[in-house]
């Protein structure tokens, strides 16, 4: 067998772009590296905080997350993903940026969810925050115009633990404030089939909201997944 170069590291097909936070990364959370079942390689986008990005729509950030994008390709990944479902507003110039596959948010599942549910049920889906979340946004990822949209806002102790970059999380509380939005949403759009998270820091709670509606729940987590099964397909014997 002859191996092959070109690339510095092997091994790890995922690159996903971070945000600059500082908040805790619980298992299940997409910047805790033993929340996958295979190698990523992480690169942070240094001053691209949550606030900026979820709320002030990440104004300039754009050349920074394609130098970091172009980082990760050099280094070896063979496909992009971010940690931030607002960051759909870049997916099309960090996939004319560089040569690999390009998935900037959980929202591009929401169109692929929807096809797979019986007729007269829909997707909606869960953000961190509503009011910033803007039709620029869902049109950037194709979320069809009347998707339900639920949120964390108001709730005690999410939203404002990691859009203000907080040092700690009352995991309890978190996963009370997302599955209280599920709930939520639910109740008002009794047609829902499922549940599509655009926040990646929900990814650890998806389980609480299947088990408290009794509807599937897709995340960041899952997209990725199968995002990185193209990438590395796996590899039977023959």
């Not at 997409?30 to 990440?58: E, Q, T």
């Not at 929807?114 to 979340?133: E, H, M």
């Not at 509807?215 to 590899?235: D, E, K, N, Q």
Request: hydrophobic letters at 45%; glycine letters at 8%; charged letters at 20%.
């Amino acid at each position: 067998m002859i191996a092959h170069g070109g690339k510095s590291i092997y091994g790890a097909s995922v690159g996903i772009l971070m945000l600059d936070a500082r908040f805790p990364r619980v298992p299940g959370d997409m910047g805790n590296a033993a929340s996958w079942p295979f190698p990523v390689l992480y690169r942070i986008v240094r001053d691209a905080s949550p606030d900026l990005v979820v709320r002030r729509g990440a104004e300039g950030m754009l050349p920074a997350f394609i130098a970091a994008a172009r980082d990760l390709v050099a280094d070896g990944v063979d496909g992009i993903t971010t940690n931030c479902g607002f960051l759909s507003l870049f997916q099309d110039d960090l996939a004319k940026a560089v040569p690999v596959p390009v998935l900037a948010s959980s929202l591009a599942q929401v169109e692929m969810v929807n096809r797979t549910l019986p007729r007269g049920r829909r997707a909606g889906v869960l953000t961190i925050s509503a009011s910033t979340l803007t039709r620029r946004h869902l049109d950037a990822a194709h979320v069809p115009p009347d998707t339900p949209i639920g949120s964390t806002e108001g709730g005690a102790e999410f939203t404002r633990a990691i859009l203000n970059n907080e040092l700690t999380l009352d995991v309890d509380k978190a996963r009370q404030d997302n599955v209280d939005a599920a709930r939520a949403l639910q109740a008002a759009h009794p047609e829902l089939g499922a549940f599509v998270l655009e926040c990646t820091n929900m990814c650890p709670y998806a389980p609480d909201i299947t088990a408290a509606t009794g509807l599937p729940c897709f995340s960041m987590l899952s997209l990725v997944t199968w995002f990185h099964s193209g990438l590395a397909p796996r590899r039977y014997p023959l």
